[in-house]
């Protein structure tokens, strides 16, 4: 296995389009990296480009320390499994994963033991005889991912590949690729515009957005250390509530003032915030960090609203708001007495918030900066 190293990357398509912009990642060997980011930022394209499926305009990419922006895509030692499938489907299983092998002369002792073995670390040996029409869509994905795993390469490259698939073998497939990346010790690339299945898969996250990278970092980092509201707002399901309001420093506290009420900033996040009077914010709030009760009047850390929906879940429950023109949504646990068209008090978890400036969006109460 080996190390992937990216270096002030860019891509730039006919007209100017800037898809990749001064994209730098290091990966290190065994690690499981995921890109993640909405339609059209950039994560696929960078993949691409690791592989070798798209030729870089500026910066270079080093694979166990080799630059290879010059070398052929079958000349890099990766394997990659894509969205698709792309399985031959005139070929058995057997066939499919032996193919490439089989292209490259291998002796037959060697396909036939490495086929083997991957269908056995995937749960596919009795499938070998089968052709793809013939399987359903996670037995076709194991398949696709058997194919990379006899090729044996330095470094695994995953573009969307469950997204296929339904809900529930979606999760299946995410523990499978979590088990196997722990078994094969592999350095793997994962692309996704599900924030869930990067939070779940990688060892970090790349986030992205409009070719631009915004944040590299542990996935847990990433949802409570956000570098900036793009993060905070992409990251979490539901999404992070924002509110727009202003800064006033009285008494030597630090408080948000909004439309709908106002919260006092914890001493050691007001420390970050020296010298911002009256600077134009936003406060960011997780929706499992507020509960609700009834209203009240002139609460610190509390912001009156009224109930518009409640969605039950089972073990949790979505209910969502409006104050004073702000809608916004909390993750609370279910009980009785929560009704559509009430109005309440919602007690923010001061500790929890963010501050994001009003002009760039840079988290200024971030710890890790």
Known sequence: MAGVTLDKVTKIFPGDVVAVKDVSLDVKDKEFVVLVGPSGCGKSTTLRMVAGLEEIDKGSISIGGTVVNDVAPKDRDIAMVFQNYALYPHMTVYKNMAFG??????????????????????????????????????????????????????????????????????????????????????????????????????????????????????????????????????????????????????????????????????????????????????????????????????EDNALSAEITVVEPLGDDMLVYLSAEGEDFVLKLKPRAGIEVGEKVSVGVDASKVHVFDGDTGENLTRAAQ
Do not use: C, W
């Open 101 to 298: 092998l089989k292209l490259r002369k291998f002796p037959k002792p060697e396909i036939d033991k490495r086929v083997k073995d991957a269908a056995g670390i995937l749960g596919i040996s009795g499938l070998l005889d089968r052709k793809p029409k013939a399987l359903s869509g996670g037995q076709r994905q194991r398949v696709a991912v058997g194919r990379a795993i006899v090729r044996q390469p330095k470094v695994f490259l995953f573009d969307e590949p469950l997204s296929n698939l339904d809900a529930k073998l979606r999760v299946e497939m995410r523990a499978e690729l979590k088990k196997l990346h722990r078994r094969l010790g592999a350095t793997m690339i994962y692309v996704t515009h599900d924030q869930v299945e990067a939070m779940t898969l990688g060892d970090r996250i790349v986030i992205l957005n409009d070719g631009v990278v915004q944040q590299i970092d542990a996935p847990l980092t990433v949802y409570n250390d956000p570098a900036n509201k793009f993060v905070a707002g992409f990251i979490g399901t539901p999404p992070m509530n924002f509110f727009e309001g202003t800064l006033k420093d009285a008494d030597g506290s630090v408080t948000f003032t909004g439309r709908s009420g106002s919260v006092v900033v914890p001493a050691e996040k007001a420390s970050r915030l020296s010298g911002m009077t009256d600077r134009r914010v936003t406060l960011g709030l997780r929706p499992e960090d507020a509960s609700v009760r009834p209203a009240a009047e002139g």
